[in-house]
């Protein structure tokens, strides 16, 4: 890996990078639509907890976590946090510039502000570690891509995208293919 990599703690090559950035964005999207759908909230049937912090009168996003054996996931509508084995890292909503958080927060997070500082990744073993740990959010959440289209079939994600008002000419079509394809490269 390159020194400039190192440096932006980011390794993908900038077309695979411009890909991730839009499968991000769509992916946001579709969780937002998927916390809304007309049969229950997909997340929590997935397995996700919700926790409502926001105090009364102020605005504010509800925070899902997925725990799992070897790593936790947690959602806002401001961005994510995936905690691996032994790193933790933020992906703010709109870019797919992952970095690493200096700790993890206690539950109860509603706005970004609440979120701890984060940094670039420091040196060529941390940088291996970074990439392991978010080829692994990566699998976690094509899992719940593959899971989504199991259950409701692509036309549900093509009608979620319908709804999506800033949405680009060009969409991602398999969502679940798209993020393992983010762990080869």
Same mark, same amino acid.
């Given at each position: 890996m390159?020194e400039?990599?190192?440096?932006q703690?980011?390794?993908?090559?900038p +077309?695979?990078?411009? $890909?991730?950035?839009?499968?991000?964005?769509?992916?946001?999207?579709?969780? =937002?639509?998927?916390?809304k759908h007309?049969a =229950?909230?997909?997340l929590?049937a #997935?397995?996700?907890?919700?926790?409502?912090s926001?105090p $009364? @009168?102020?605005?504010?996003?509800s925070? #899902?976590?997925?725990q799992l %054996?070897?790593? !936790?996931?947690?959602?806002?509508?401001?961005?994510l946090?995936?905690?691996?084995? &032994?790193? +933790?890292?933020i992906l703010p909503?709109h870019?797919?510039?992952?970095?690493?958080?200096?700790?993890?927060?206690d539950s109860?997070?509603?706005?970004?502000g609440?979120?701890? !500082?984060s940094? %670039?990744?420091? @040196? !060529?073993?941390?940088?291996?570690l970074?990439k392991q !740990?978010?080829?692994? =959010?990566?699998? /976690?959440?094509?899992r #719940?891509e593959?899971?989504?289209? &199991?259950? /409701? =079939? #692509?036309a549900?994600? &093509?009608?979620?995208f319908?709804?999506?008002p800033q949405?680009?000419r060009?969409?991602?079509?398999?969502?679940?293919e798209?993020?393992l394809?983010?762990?080869?490269?």
């Open positions: 390159n400039m990599a190192v440096r703690g980011f390794w993908l090559p +077309k695979l990078r411009s $890909t991730a950035q839009l499968l991000y964005a769509q992916q946001m999207w579709a969780w =937002g639509q998927d916390v007309p =229950g909230n997909l929590l #997935y397995g996700f907890s919700r926790q409502r926001v $009364t @009168g102020q605005g504010g996003s925070e #899902y976590c997925l %054996a070897s790593a !936790e996931l947690r959602l806002w509508s401001f961005g946090l995936l905690k691996g084995p &032994q790193l +933790k890292i909503r870019h797919f510039r992952p970095r690493l958080l200096s700790n993890w927060p109860g997070v509603w706005k970004p609440q979120l701890p !500082e940094r %670039a990744v420091k @040196g !060529e073993q941390e940088l291996l970074f !740990e978010l080829q692994m =959010g990566c699998e /976690l959440i094509s #719940y593959h899971w989504v289209n &199991q259950r /409701l =079939g #692509y549900y994600r &093509q009608a979620c319908s709804r999506w949405r680009p060009e969409l991602i079509q398999d969502m679940s798209q993020w394809s983010l762990l080869r490269a």
